[in-house]
C-alpha cells in the first residue's frame, strides 16, 4: 500500500521463513483460537448464570462484551509492554491472567465477580496473548506470510467448533462452577504457546568469536555511541498516509463485519426454523470459514497478487458487504443456509488479510505500535456496531434493515480502502544509480583544453595512459607535416565523447574513436 515497507526485525534480522517459525505458527493459532473463539464459547453457560444469579440475558451478554473490549481496547498497553520486555514474558504472564480469571470466576457470588474476573483478568490476559503472537508472526515470516496469516487466523473457527461444544459437556457434566476451573486449565496453554515464542538473534560473525578480535574492535571503537532506545509506542505510524486509510477503513468495517453472526440464528427462527436448525447455521459458516482463510492466504502470496493485497481485501470487504445485502431478502431457511455459505468465503478472506495488509504498510518494526492502535479504534467499533443493530431491531422489527445497515458499513469501508488508496498512496519509483558528476574546475578545463585531451580525460582509468600516448603521437604527426588539424580547436562541453579500446593486443595498442566528428 504505498511503498511497502522492509520485513527486517527490530535487531536486523531477516525473516528466517521456515524453521522454527513453524511453531511460531503453532503457537499463534492456538492463541488465535482462544482470544476469537472464547468470548462465543462462554455464552453457553449464560443460561446457568442466569438462573443462580437471577440476572437477565442482556446482564450476562455483558460478560463477551467485556472481553472483546479488553481484546481490542488494550492494544496500546500491549505495544507498550512488548516494545520495553519483549513478547515472550508477556505471553506467559497474560497466560497466567487468562487462566487466573476463569479459576477465580469459579468461586463468583455475583455477577459483577463474573464481569471483574472473567471479562476483565482474562480478557487482559488473551489480549496480552493475542497481540504479541501476531508480532512474532510476522517477525518469523516474509515471503510465506501471506500463507501463514492464513493459517494462523484458521485458528478462530477450529477453535470456536471444539470450544462450545466443549463447554456444554462441561457444563453438564459438571455446572458452571466446574467448567469455569476446567476451562481456567485449558487456558495455561497459552503459557506453553508463549514459551514458543523465541526471538530472534543475529547470527556471531567468526571475527567476533574470539576474545582477542573482540578487544581489538573494542579498541579500534572506543568512543562508539550507544543505540537509541526503541519507542514505547510510536506515534509516527500516523504519518503515513496508508496507515491511516486503514485504520479509518478498519473502524467502519467493523460497524458491520460482526452483525450476521450475531443475528443469523434468531433470524433464522424469526422465520420459523427449530432451534436445532437455526444453530445449524453457526456450524455452517465456522465450517465453511476454516478452509476460506488458508486458501485466501495461499492466493494472497502470489508474486501478482501481494503487491495489489489491499485490493484483494477490499474485494473481499465488497464481497461480505454484498452477500449480507443479499441475504437480508432471506425468505426461507434454505436461502439463509446459502447466505452462511458466501458469508462464510467472505468472513474468512476478511480475517486471513486484516492484518496481513497492516504488516505490509508498516513493516515489521513499527507493527508493534501499530497493531495496538488499529486495536484499539476497533474497541470503540466493536461496542458500538452490534448494540447500534440491536437499537435498530427493537425500532423496527424486521431484520431486513439490520441486514443492509451491515452490508451498507462493510462496502463503504471498502470503497474507502480502495478508493483512498488509488488517489492518496503513490507507488515508489525504482531507485536509478546514482550518476557521479564532474566538478566544475574539471568541467572548466576540458572546455578549454584540445579534443584529444578531452578523450583522454573521458576514457577508462585503465586506458588513460594508453591514450594519452597515441594523442601525443598525432599531434606531433600533424605538426610535422606544417597543417593545421580541425580536431586541435576547442571543442564545447556538451559534446559527448566515448573511447573504444579494441581488443587483441595488436602492435597498433588502443584506439581513441569519437563518436561524432566535426
Not at 446482564?59 to 473490549?69: E, Q
Not at 505471553?91 to 457470588?109: E, K, W
Not at 486449565?185 to 497459552?190: D, E
Request: net charge neutral.
Amino acid at each position: 500500500m504505498g511503498g511497502v515497507a522492509p520485513d527486517s526485525g527490530p535487531s536486523g534480522v531477516k525473516a528466517p521463513d521456515g524453521g522454527w517459525g513453524w511453531a511460531v505458527l503453532f503457537g499463534c493459532f492456538v492463541i488465535t483460537g482462544f482470544s476469537y473463539a472464547f468470548p462465543k464459547a462462554v455464552s453457553v453457560f449464560f443460561k446457568e448464570l442466569i438462573k443462580e444469579f437471577h440476572v437477565g440475558y442482556s446482564d450476562t451478554a455483558w460478560i463477551s462484551s467485556i472481553v472483546l473490549a479488553m481484546l481490542y481496547g488494550t492494544g496500546p498497553i500491549c505495544s507498550i509492554l512488548v516494545n520495553r520486555f519483549g513478547c515472550r514474558p508477556v505471553m506467559m504472564v497474560g497466560g497466567i491472567f487468562a487462566s487466573l480469571g476463569m479459576i477465580m470466576a469459579s468461586f463468583a457470588t455475583s455477577i459483577f465477580h463474573i464481569y471483574l474476573t472473567t471479562g476483565v483478568i482474562t480478557g487482559l490476559g488473551l489480549a496480552l496473548n493475542f497481540q504479541p503472537s501476531l508480532i512474532m508472526l510476522n517477525r518469523y515470516f516474509s515471503e510465506k506470510r501471506p500463507l501463514a496469516n492464513g493459517l494462523a487466523a484458521a485458528g478462530s473457527p477450529v477453535a470456536l467448533c471444539c470450544l462450545s461444544p466443549l463447554g456444554q459437556q462441561l457444563s453438564y457434566a459438571y455446572g458452571w462452577r466446574g467448567g469455569f476451573l476446567i476451562l481456567g486449565g485449558l487456558l495455561l496453554n497459552c503459557c506453553v504457546c508463549g514459551a514458543l515464542m523465541r526471538p530472534l538473534t543475529a547470527p556471531k560473525r567468526q571475527d567476533q568469536e574470539t576474545p582477542e578480535a573482540a578487544e581489538d574492535q573494542k579498541d579500534a571503537t572506543p568512543t562508539a555511541t550507544p543505540p537509541p532506545k526503541a519507542k514505547l509506542l510510536d506515534f509516527s505510524v500516523f504519518r503515513d498516509r496508508g496507515f491511516v486509510i486503514y485504520t479509518l477503513a478498519a473502524a467502519i468495517m467493523v460497524l458491520g463485519l460482526f452483525v450476521p453472526p450475531v443475528f443469523v440464528v434468531s433470524y433464522a427462527k424469526h422465520l420459523g426454523a427449530e432451534d436445532t436448525r437455526a444453530a445449524l447455521l453457526l456450524s455452517i459458516l465456522g465450517f465453511i470459514d476454516i478452509f476460506a482463510r488458508p486458501t485466501c492466504g495461499v492466493i494472497a502470496g502470489l508474486r501478482w497478487v501481494r503487491p495489489r493485497c489491499v485490493y484483494l481485501f477490499s474485494f473481499a470487504m465488497v464481497f461480505n458487504g454484498t452477500a449480507d445485502l443479499l441475504g437480508s431478502f432471506a425468505r426461507s431457511y434454505d436461502e439463509l443456509v446459502v447466505f452462511c455459505v458466501f458469508f462464510g468465503v467472505s468472513y474468512g478472506m476478511v480475517g486471513a488479510l486484516q492484518f496481513e495488509v497492516l504488516m505490509t504498510i508498516v513493516g515489521t518494526e513499527r507493527f508493534s505500535s501499530a497493531i495496538g492502535l488499529v486495536l484499539l479504534v476497533e474497541a470503540i467499533a466493536v461496542l458500538v456496531g452490534p448494540p447500534s443493530a440491536g437499537r435498530l431491531l427493537d425500532f423496527t422489527h424486521n431484520y431486513q434493515y439490520v441486514f443492509l445497515l451491515a452490508g451498507s458499513e462493510v462496502v463503504l469501508s471498502a470503497l474507502v480502502l480502495a478508493t483512498c488508496n488509488f488517489l492518496f498512496i503513490k507507488k515508489k519509483e525504482p531507485e536509478l544509480p546514482a550518476v557521479k558528476e564532474r566538478p566544475p574546475e574539471e568541467i572548466r578545463e576540458l572546455s578549454c583544453a584540445p579534443k584529444e585531451e578531452q578523450e583522454v580525460q573521458a576514457g577508462p582509468s585503465g586506458t588513460s595512459s594508453a591514450t594519452a600516448s597515441s594523442a601525443t603521437a598525432s599531434q606531433g604527426t600533424s605538426g610535422s607535416s606544417g597543417s593545421t588539424s580541425p580536431a586541435l580547436s576547442p571543442a564545447p562541453v556538451a559534446e559527448t565523447t566515448t573511447t573504444k579500446v579494441e581488443e587483441g593486443g595488436g602492435a597498433s595498442g588502443p584506439q581513441v574513436e569519437p563518436e561524432s566528428s566535426l
